[in-house]
C-alpha cells in the first residue's frame, strides 16, 4: 500500500492569499478522501524529509519572482529531483510561470519579469500575461476565460467526460501561455485559450492556439503547469470585485460551467495517477464545498433530568431575544426538537438563514437541541446513528467523557467550532464530545489537516482539568492516545491488534510486511483560566474505511483471516464510546497517582523503544529513545556518541519526523 499520502502546498513569500486558500478548499474537496492536504513553506521544502510521503506538491498562484527567491537553490533542486524520480507537481498561474524554463510576464510594463528559473519543467518560456489589464491590488484583469479542452490528450475513457463540451469558460487572472508547446517532446497540450489571446510583447498581435494548461514528462514524474485557475469555484467570488466590463458577468458565467471546471480539475488530477474523490465531479454538487449541518445536542452520560434541564436552560439564557448565541466566530442559532416530526422546522429555519451568514463574514450555526425522545432518527443522520451512539455510552458505564454528544453530519472542523466560540464552550458540560462525519476545514498537529473519508472517527472532546503537581496538564496528551489504543486492544480477542503509538500523539497499525502506516492522531489544545485548564481533544481514527491507509475494520478481518475467528466489526459509534469511557477509566487513576503507573502500559504500544533517531539540531548526532519523562512529556534520548549525555526532546510539529529517524528541536 502506498505511503504516498500527503499533497503538499506551498504556502511561503509570493503566494496570494486568495489563491492559495482557493487551491486549499479544493484539493481537499478533490483529494481529501485520500490524502492529507497541508501546507508547507520553503524551510520545510529545503531541510524536510517529506519527499517519501508526498504524492503531490502544489504551487499556487501569486508572484513568481518570491518564490524564485525562497526556493533557489536546495528547495528546488529537491522538487525537481523528487518529480525526476516520480513525483507530482501541479503548477498554478504563478505556478505555472515557476515551472517553466523562463518566466517572462509584463515586459513592457512596470511590473515586468523576465528570468530564468531552475524547476524548468516546461523547457520553453512562460509568456504573460494572456490578456490585458492584470493588476496586483485588484480584480480588473480577471475573466471567465473561454477555454478549449482536448479531453482525447488526457488519455482517460471517454466517459470520464460525461459529454462534457470541449468549450468552457475558467477563472483567469494574470497566468501566462506556454510557447511553443507543440513543438516539445517531452510535453502535451491539454488546454488552448480562445484566438482572444494577446502577445504580450506586441498587444496588437493575436496569438492562435496559445497553450493554457500542459503536462511536462519529467523523467518518471509528471508536472501540469496551469495559466487558468480551475481550482476557483464561482461560490468563493465577491461580486462587488467583478465590475468592468470585460468581468462583469464572470461570475455568472463560471457558476454555468462549474460542473465542466470540476470534471477538467478531476481529470486533470486523474492524468496524474492521483485518487479523485468522484463525489467531487457530480451532478448535484452545488459549487464547491458542502454546506455546514445543524448541530445536534444531546445528553449522552449526564446524571439525570436535573443536569439536562440545566444545560438547556443555561444555553437558552445565555442567547438574546432571537435566541442566537454570538460572542464568537458564528452566530449560533438555537432551536429545540420537538416529539412530531422534529427537524422539519430547524431544518427549515437553517435554510432560511444561509443567503445572510454567506454574506456576512461571521459564519451561522443551527444548534438543534435534542432530549431523549427526539433525538434524529437515522434517515436524518445518515452517516451516524445517534441513538445507537447513546446505546454504546450508556453500556460503556463512564459519566463525565462523553457526557453530553454533539453531533453534525458536515462541520468546518469540530476542533475549531468549539474553540471559537467562547460562549458557547463555557456553557458545555465537562466532557461533551462534538463529532462530524465530515469536516471540510479538519485541523491536525502542525497545521496539517485530518484525513476524513467516511468512516472515519472525527470528534473533539471538551475536558476541564485543574491544575495539580501530580497530574500535569503535559501528560494528557499522551494518556488520550493510549486510551485510544487500549480501548480498542482490551476487548475480548482483539489484543494481538496491531496498534500502536508513535510519539506524541499519532495511532498507527503495523501491516503484514512490518511497515507502520499511521491511522490516526490527537490535536491537544488549552487555554488556562482560574486555576484550571480548558482542553480541547481533536481525535481522528480510521475504523471502517480502508483509505487512505488501513482501518481498524480491516485490520480486525486481517486477524480473523490469521486465526479463523469472526471477531466483529467495529462501528464509529461504539469506538466512540470505547474511547470516551477508557479515558475517564486512565483520567482517574492520573488524577490519583500521575502518569508514572501508566508508562509501563504505554510502552507496550508504542513504536519507539530502542529506536534510534538524528538530532538535527546537535550537528546530526545520533541517539537511541530510553523513554518518556513522566513529569514534562519529554522524550528522552541517550547520545550513542557520549552515553553520559541524556536529552529531552520536545516535538516539532512536522509530518515528517520520528518515521524518519529525525528530530529537529530539543530541551536539555
Not at 511561503?12 to 492536504?37: E, I, N
Amino acid at each position: 500500500m502506498s505511503s504516498q499520502l500527503n499533497v503538499l502546498v506551498y504556502n511561503g513569500a509570493g503566494v496570494g492569499l486568495s489563491s492559495f486558500t482557493a487551491s486549499m478548499r479544493t484539493l481537499r474537496q478533490f483529494l481529501g478522501h485520500r490524502y492529507a492536504v497541508m501546507a508547507v513553506d520553503a524551510n520545510t521544502l529545503r531541510t524536510q524529509p517529506w519527499e517519501s510521503k508526498t504524492a503531490l506538491v502544489v504551487i499556487p498562484g501569486g508572484r513568481d519572482k518570491p518564490y524564485a527567491e525562497a526556493l533557489h537553490g536546495e528547495a528546488n533542486r529537491r522538487i525537481r529531483q523528487w518529480v525526476q524520480g516520480g513525483g507530482r507537481y501541479l503548477g498554478l498561474c504563478a505556478g505555472g510561470y515557476y515551472g517553466s524554463a523562463r518566466c517572462v510576464f509584463e515586459p513592457n510594463t512596470a511590473i515586468k519579469v523576465n528570468g530564468q528559473r531552475d524547476l524548468a519543467f516546461f523547457d520553453g518560456t512562460c509568456l504573460g500575461t494572456a490578456y490585458p489589464g492584470y493588476d496586483y491590488n485588484s480584480e480588473d484583469g480577471a475573466c471567465a476565460a473561454e477555454v478549449t479542452v482536448d479531453q482525447a490528450a488526457f488519455g482517460l475513457p471517454l466517459e470520464s467526460w460525461r459529454g462534457d463540451p470541449e468549450r468552457l469558460r475558467i477563472y483567469y487572472n494574470g497566468g501566462g501561455y506556454f510557447v511553443d508547446a507543440d513543438s516539445l517532446d517531452n510535453t502535451t497540450v491539454l488546454v488552448r485559450y480562445a484566438p482572444d489571446v494577446t502577445n504580450p510583447l506586441d498587444r496588437a498581435q493575436s496569438v492562435s492556439g496559445a497553450a493554457a494548461v500542459v503536462v511536462c514528462r519529467v523523467g518518471k514524474g509528471t508536472a501540469v503547469l496551469s495559466g487558468l485557475h480551475p481550482e476557483y469555484a464561482w461560490d468563493y467570488l465577491v461580486p462587488s470585485c467583478y465590475t468592468r466590463a470585460h468581468n462583469r458577468h464572470l461570475i455568472e458565467h463560471l457558476k454555468a460551467h462549474d460542473l465542466h471546471r470540476r470534471r477538467l480539475l478531476g481529470a486533470l488530477l486523474a492524468h496524474m495517477r492521483l485518487d479523485v474523490d468522484a463525489s467531487a465531479m457530480a451532478d448535484d454538487v452545488a459549487g464547491g464545498i458542502p454546506k455546514r449541518s445543524p448541530v445536534f445536542l444531546v445528553p449522552a452520560r449526564a446524571s439525570g433530568v436535573a443536569a439536562a434541564a440545566s444545560t438547556m436552560y443555561a444555553l437558552n439564557a445565555a442567547a438574546d431575544t432571537h435566541r442566537v448565541l454570538s460572542d464568537g466566530a458564528d452566530d449560533i442559532h438555537i432551536a429545540a426538537a420537538t416529539a412530531h416530526g422534529p427537524h422539519r422546522a430547524p431544518l427549515d429555519r437553517l435554510q432560511a438563514m444561509q443567503p445572510a451568514a454567506e454574506a456576512s463574514e461571521r459564519g451561522s450555526a443551527l444548534l438543534v437541541m435534542c432530549t431523549a425522545d427526539t433525538v434524529p432518527e437515522r434517515l436524518e443522520t445518515p452517516r451516524f446513528d445517534m441513538g445507537l451512539a447513546l446505546q454504546h455510552m450508556l453500556a460503556a458505564r463512564a459519566h463525565t467523557a462523553g457526557s453530553w454528544l454533539m453531533y453534525a453530519d458536515v462541520a468546518e472542523s469540530t476542533q475549531t467550532f468549539l474553540e471559537k466560540n467562547l460562549k458557547l464552550q463555557a456553557l458545555l458540560p465537562n466532557g461533551t464530545v462534538n463529532v462530524a462525519s465530515v469536516q471540510v476545514a479538519g485541523r491536525g498537529r502542525g497545521g496539517n489537516a485530518w484525513i476524513s473519508p467516511p468512516g472515519c472517527l472525527q470528534f473533539t472532546m471538551l475536558l476541564r482539568h485543574p491544575r495539580m503537581e501530580q497530574a500535569p496538564v503535559v501528560m494528557l496528551q499522551y494518556l488520550f492516545s493510549l486510551a485510544a489504543v487500549n480501548a480498542i486492544r482490551s476487548l475480548p480477542g482483539y489484543a494481538d491488534l496491531p496498534l500502536r503509538l508513535k510519539w506524541p500523539n499519532d495511532i498507527y497499525a503495523q501491516t503484514d510486511s512490518g511497515e507502520y502506516v499511521k491511522i490516526g492522531g490527537l490535536l491537544v489544545t488549552s487555554s488556562f483560566k482560574a486555576n484550571e485548564f480548558t482542553l480541547l481533544f481533536g481525535f481522528g481514527l480510521s475504523v471502517a474505511n480502508a483509505l487512505p491507509t488501513t482501518s481498524i475494520n480491516n485490520l480486525i478481518s486481517q486477524l480473523n483471516h490469521r486465526n479463523g475467528t469472526q471477531l466483529p466489526a467495529l462501528s464509529v459509534e461504539q469506538t466512540l464510546a470505547l474511547i470516551t469511557a477508557k479515558f475517564e477509566e486512565l483520567y482517574r487513576q492520573f488524577l490519583l497517582r500521575g502518569f508514572a503507573p501508566l508508562l509501563p502500559a504505554y510502552y507496550r504500544y508504542w513504536i519507539h523503544g530502542d529506536q534510534v533517531v538524528t538530532l538535527a539540531s546537535r550537528g546530526h548526532e545520533s541517539a537511541r529513545v530510553v523513554g518518556l519523562c513522566s513529569k514534562d512529556g519529554l522524550l528522552m534520548v541517550r547520545s550513542l556518541l557520549n552515553p553520559t549525555a541524556v536529552y529531552g526532546l520536545e516535538p516539532d510539529g512536522n509530518s515528517f519526523d520520528m518515521m524518519q529517524g529525525l528530530i529537529t528541536r530539543k530541551t536539555t
